[in-house]
């Protein structure tokens, strides 16, 4: 096999996987969703890296050639500790994410992800080494990722309820852009954008991953040739734990209600 092996602990990093789909029609890619043992955002730095490490092994052993972790928790925690054999290309969300928001931000950027995440300091750090002269607040929204999984992310009454509440101290704090920062959060885009109003910017990492992707394959001699013929990329998608919301949640972000899942064991 020949693909992209991208995982998150859900459907979350499915929004990577739609931006890497635009972004690189031919490739392949291979998915997994490690939905067994999510969140993973309210879980210690070492059994993060543990289930990271294994998620990887996974991906490596299906015959990747790259890999992508599309879960900033996971990123945050485990990333700067791991390397994969032979070089294989590896990617993390959270320094591509900090870089669009040091590019477009006035000044003033809110940081909102999983309770590890912000407790990692990671967005902070890579922010202010980008650029020394921003302020950073950042909130963990541990709800976001239930109502997401659950699939209430759209328009919900409860959701904006939420939002409101979570968002309340970044907007009082005058931010201008608002970095979502766990990839479940795109999903609670529409409903983000209206809670913080029109003078803040969101910013979601995954169209910077799957640039930052597209450039690293072409530089590794990875990508695949884009040509004028059919393209014959074919995407898989495996989960630690069968769950129909899930089918649902993938079938919304992929654009295919009929999605096939593979279930997986991965300890
Ligand atoms: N989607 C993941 C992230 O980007 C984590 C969600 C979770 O499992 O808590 O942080």
Redesign the pocket.
């Known amino acids: 096999m020949d693909s992209i092996g991208v995982f998150?602990?859900?459907v979350?990093?499915l929004t990577v996987v739609a931006a890497l789909r635009r972004r690189l029609p031919a490739e392949s890619i291979l998915y997994l969703g490690d939905t067994a043992r999510?969140?993973?955002?309210?879980k210690s730095p070492e059994t993060v890296t543990r289930y990271t490490r294994r998620n990887i092994e996974f991906l490596v052993e299906r015959g990747v050639k790259a890999v992508v972790v599309a879960?900033?928790?996971a990123s945050a925690l485990a990333l700067d500790n791991l390397q994969l054999a032979g070089g294989m290309p590896l990617w993390g969300?959270i320094e591509p994410g900090a870089r669009r928001a040091a590019e477009v931000s006035r000044g003033r950027v809110g940081v909102i992800?999983?309770e590890a995440?912000v407790r990692s300091d990671a967005y902070p750090r890579a922010l202010r080494r980008l650029r020394p002269d921003l302020s950073v607040v950042s909130r963990a929204c541990p709800l976001f990722?239930p109502l997401v999984e659950e699939g209430w992310h759209e328009d919900d009454e409860v959701t904006t309820r939420i939002a409101e509440r979570y968002l309340a101290p970044l907007l009082a704090a005058e931010i201008d852009t608002l970095v979502l920062g766990?990839?479940?959060y795109p999903l609670l885009k529409a409903v983000l954008a209206r809670v913080a109003g029109p003078a803040v910017t969101l910013v979601d990492s995954a169209e910077a991953v799957a640039e930052v992707v597209a450039e690293g394959l072409a530089a590794a001699g990875l990508a695949k040739p884009e040509g004028p013929g059919p393209v014959h990329a074919t995407q898989h998608l495996c989960v630690t734990d069968g769950g129909e919301s899930f089918k649902l949640v993938a079938g919304r972000i992929l654009g295919d209600p009929d999605l096939p899942l593979e279930w997986v064991e991965v300890v």
């Open positions: 998150d602990s859900g979350g990093g999510l969140p993973y955002g309210s879960c900033n928790t969300v992800a999983t995440t990722v766990c990839t479940h």
